[in-house]
């Protein structure tokens, strides 16, 4: 997601509509515009989203920062996000697997 008030992009919406049809195996995926970007949802917890530039974030846990960490995935300058390498994106089978482990509550 970008700033409060940044303009709507082609690419954001592209990149939020491609993320929840390749999730469309995971019950309850859903998006919301916010700030210039988009929120990517299941069952009402936000999981993802997608900045104003395109570009998809997952929500950091200890189940999935060991993905992050190998591929040197930088991390969202002000969330507890982390942006998906394009070869994940682009994988469905690894984004389902990712995008499994984000929607996972976190240990405690």
Not at 21 to 30: A, N, P, R
Not at 71 to 100: I, S
């Amino acid at each position: 997601m970008g700033e409060k008030g940044a303009k709507m992009t082609r690419e954001a919406s592209q990149v939020a509509e491609e993320l929840v049809k390749g999730l469309g195996g995971i019950e309850g995926i859903s998006s919301k515009k916010m700030f210039g970007g988009y929120g990517i949802f299941c069952q009402k917890k936000m999981f993802a989203m997608v900045n104003g530039a395109g570009e998809c974030y997952l929500k950091l846990n200890e189940d999935n920062k060991a993905d992050f960490d190998a591929y040197q995935a930088p991390k969202h300058n002000r969330m507890p996000y982390a942006l998906v390498p394009k070869e994940v994106f682009e994988n469905k089978e690894l984004l389902l697997t990712w995008a499994n482990k984000a929607i996972a509550p976190p240990l405690n």
